[in-house]
T-cell receptor, first 113, second 116 residues
Framework: GENVEQHPSTLSVQEGDSAVIKCTYS??????FPWYKQELGKGPQLIID?????GEKKDQRIAVTLNKTAKHFSLHITETQPEDSAVYFC????????????FGAGTRLFVKA | NAGVTQTPKFRILKIGQSMTLQCTQD?????MYWYRQDPGMGLKLIYY???????DKGEVPNGYNVSRSTTEDFPLRLELAAPSQTSVYFC???????????????FGSGTRLTVV
């Protein structure tokens, strides 16, 4: 069946460094790719998303890139801060052929002050 | 703006007991979802609804039931609780797809359920 692989499972960076999380999807019909941030004890929160008709999107310190040919998308966080420490989930979604959104297993990001 | 509200936040059930997890949203979203999150794992879809009176199974529906009598409410019912249902449950809502694209979800803060 369809799946989304997310790497790495854990990432530790120094404050001010960049962090990159990568996801690969298998369903070629996926056309919407959201990223969620989950802080301890809270529900996931949408932080950025990208549609298949766009190759890159940026919002302040975070950016997402999409390579449809390789079925690969990535989250980039620049100038990391301690408050960026959380679990990040990617997801791949499509609307055709029935509703389906598949989540990655998550990446736990630690930003060391 | 409350967003998605889930109750209770924590619950301990004994094997075989039943309970209802409540979820309500005030954003007038047609689409609502129930996910479970096991430790160190991603989110698995239990049930979803595209509008009042319409529900459908997700990846892991066994042992659960849902109803959607209003746009705002989407309760999840656990019948005959089992230890395998120990998990954190998240309710979410979203706008319906437009132009062939889905929209992102707004999640509730979760219900942590332990079955002993």
């Amino acid at each position: 069946g369809e799946n989304v692989e997310q790497h790495p499972s854990t990432l530790s960076v120094q404050e001010g460094d960049s962090a990159v999380i990568k996801c690969t999807y298998s369903d070629s019909a996926s056309n919407y790719f959201p990223w969620y941030k989950q802080e301890l004890g809270k529900g996931p929160q949408l932080i950025i998303d990208i549609r298949s008709n766009v190759g890159e999107k940026k919002d302040q310190r975070i950016a997402v890139t999409l390579n449809k040919t390789a079925k690969h998308f990535s989250l980039h966080i620049t100038e990391t801060q301690p408050e960026d420490s959380a679990v990040y989930f990617c997801a791949a979604s499509r609307d055709t052929g029935g509703f389906k959104t598949i989540f990655g297993a998550g990446t736990r990001l630690f930003v060391k002050a | 703006n409350a967003g998605v509200t889930q109750t209770p936040k924590f619950r301990i059930l004994k094997i075989g007991q039943s309970m209802t997890l409540q979820c309500t949203q005030d954003m007038n979203h047609n689409y609502m979802y129930w996910y479970r999150q096991d430790p160190g794992m991603g989110l698995k879809l239990i049930y979803y609804s595209v509008g009042a009176g319409i529900t459908d199974k997700g990846e892991v529906p066994n042992g659960y039931n849902v109803s959607r009598s209003t746009t705002e409410d989407f309760p999840l019912r656990l019948e005959l609780a089992a230890p395998s249902q120990t998990s954190v449950y998240f309710c979410a809502s979203s706008l319906p797809p437009r132009g062939g694209f889905n929209y992102g979800y707004t999640f509730g803060s979760g219900t942590r359920l332990t079955v002993v």
